[in-house]
T-cell receptor, first 115, second 112 residues
Framework: EAQVTQNPRYLITVTGKKLTVTCSQN?????MSWYRQDPGLGLRQIYY???????DKGDVPEGYKVSRKEKRNFPLILESPSPNQTSLYFC??????????????FGDGTRLSIL | QQPVQSPQAVILREGEDAVINCSSS?????VHWYRQKHGEAPVFLMI?????EQKGHEKISASFNEKKQQSSLYLTASQLSYSGTYFC?????????????FGDGTTLTVKP
């Protein structure tokens, strides 16, 4: 089954304790992206990757890191989490075509609470 | 530049129609529409790539007016299953290909 898998689904942690949210897709998609969703604010892009070893900042990259060492994986790293990073996070992937990003497939989301 | 969606919320009875608008202050190259049900991931509905393009998916269709820098989503004879939050995602002609900017969403509630 074609899917984007995120882990963990839920996490409660404390300020300053490094954490990684994993994202894996099995559709051989070139493009992957991370979003955060806060109440009433829609989806805001954190980082994206057009292919292996190619990453770029979205609209809200501060406090986050990413890496793309393999095509299927795109982990999101919070080196020193703070309470303002409490949010619902989505990973997405898609094919790329001449016009750019094609329809994105989203993971089920990771709900992070930073105390 | 984040697109602006209107209305923010709409409540319908089954069988009624609704229109959701997505406007940008900058030129648009493409528009994506997604629906997100409560507690679930967003799901792709349709993509519009050319100015003036209209697409349909069952009783849900969309138009893209490049000159007006806006897109509209039309939900006809709404069903209970249409309830959810609808997001438009836009891309400008000079934007990096990977940048995705979404509106804040329109919450649609369909009542029996």
């Amino acid at each position: 089954e074609a899917q984007v898998t995120q882990n963990p689904r839920y996490l409660i942690t404390v300020t300053g304790k490094k954490l990684t949210v994993t994202c894996s897709q099995n559709m051989n998609h070139e493009y992957m992206s991370w979003y955060r969703q806060d109440p009433g604010l829609g989806l805001r892009q954190i980082y994206y990757s057009m292919n292996v070893e190619v990453t770029d900042k979205g609209d809200v990259p501060e406090g986050y890191k990413v890496s793309r060492k393999e095509k299927r994986n795109f982990p999101l790293i919070l080196e020193s989490p703070s309470p303002n990073q409490t949010s619902l996070y989505f990973c997405a992937s898609s094919l790329l075509a001449g016009e750019g990003v094609q329809p994105q497939h989203f993971g089920d989301g990771t709900r992070l609470s930073i105390l | 530049q984040q697109p602006v969606q209107s209305p923010q919320a709409v409540i319908l009875r089954e069988g009624e129609d609704a229109v959701i608008n997505c406007s940008s202050s900058k030129a648009l190259y493409s528009v994506h529409w997604y629906r997100q049900k409560h507690g679930e991931a967003p799901v792709f509905l349709m993509i519009l790539l050319k100015g003036g393009e209209q697409k349909g998916h069952e009783k849900i269709s969309a138009s893209f007016n490049e000159k007006k820098q806006q897109s509209s989503l039309y939900l006809t004879a709404s069903q209970l299953s249409y309830s959810g939050t609808y997001f438009c995602g836009t891309k400008g002609p000079n934007t990096n290909a990977g940048k995705s900017t979404f509106g804040d969403g329109t919450t649609l509630t369909v009542k029996p």
